[in-house]
């Protein structure tokens, strides 16, 4: 059984932390595991990407550049996405899902590139 078991949110002030979990099972012939997010009434957003073959530089969508990181314990089959200096406008629900890197679809990423979604756990930034 496929699963893509993301967890960690919650409620949280502005400038503060959290630290999101996906827990990887049952899921093969995939290079990466992404985080995506999508807030009420926008699109969804790729957020960041760890390839889990050749290793190389992760993916990270200029609005949270700095700010997040994305990290992997193989031993486990986690991926994380270490939040900082969160901001109002990072409050969604925040998706992993397994596939592709990037690179290769531009804006068209997420349509395309993703084998697998797992359910979302919702941030919220607010005072």
């Known amino acids: 059984e496929v699963q893509l078991q993301a967890s960690g949110g919650g409620l949280v002030q502005p400038r503060g932390s959290l630290k999101l979990s996906c827990k990887v099972s049952?899921?093969?012939?995939?290079?990466?595991i992404s985080w995506f997010r999508q807030a009420p009434g926008k699109e969804r957003e790729g957020v960041s990407a760890?390839?889990?073959?050749?290793?190389?530089?992760?993916y990270y969508a200029e609005s949270v550049k700095d700010r997040f990181t994305i990290s992997r314990d193989s031993a486990k089959n986690v991926v994380y996405l270490q939040m900082n200096n969160l901001k109002p406008e990072d409050t969604a629900v925040y998706y992993c899902?397994?596939?592709?890197?990037?690179?290769?679809?531009?804006?068209?990423?997420?349509?395309?590139?993703?084998?697998?979604w797992g359910e979302g756990t919702l941030v919220t930034v607010s005072s």
């Open positions: 760890i390839d889990i073959t050749i290793g190389g530089d992760p």
């Open positions: 049952g899921v093969k012939d995939y290079d990466a």
């Open positions: 899902a397994a596939g592709d890197m990037p690179w290769n679809y531009g804006k068209l990423w997420g349509t395309y590139g993703v084998d697998y």
